[in-house]
Nanobody, 126 residues
């Protein structure tokens, strides 16, 4: 299973950006997917997750109302739409996938995920 993230870049505060992660191999529809980020000197954190059911989502408090995670099972892709970006959103964003059954919750710890993409850098200037 391979995860390929794309869409990062340099934007100004207040701008929007969408990052994507396409999965090859495996059975995408059976994975709960997450977007993690890691800023310099900080621990990696889950900013958004979406259950394999496509309806249940999780958002870290600082991004609620600004970020939206979605998935397209036909395209085997998970998206993270980021609006009203702030300098503190600057980080390497990585997608991750976890085998899940319908009753599996969205785990927030990185060690719970089975597959990882390479990360894409998002830089927000003030």
């Amino acid at each position: 299973v391979q995860l390929q993230a794309s869409g990062g870049g340099l934007v100004q505060a207040g701008d929007s950006l969408r990052v994507s992660c396409t999965v090859s191999g495996g059975t995408f529809s059976r994975y709960t997917m997450g977007w993690f980020r890691q800023a310099p000197g900080k621990e990696r954190e889950l900013v958004a997750g979406i259950h394999r059911n496509g309806r249940t989502t999780y958002y870290e408090d600082s991004v609620k109302g600004r970020f939206t995670i979605s998935r397209d099972n036909d395209k085997k892709t998970v998206y993270l739409q980021m609006n009203s970006l702030k300098p503190e959103d600057t980080a390497v964003y990585s997608c991750a996938g976890k085998h899940a059954i319908l009753t599996t919750p969205i785990y927030t710890t990185a060690s719970s995920y089975d597959y990882w993409g390479q990360g894409t850098l998002v830089t927000v200037s003030s």
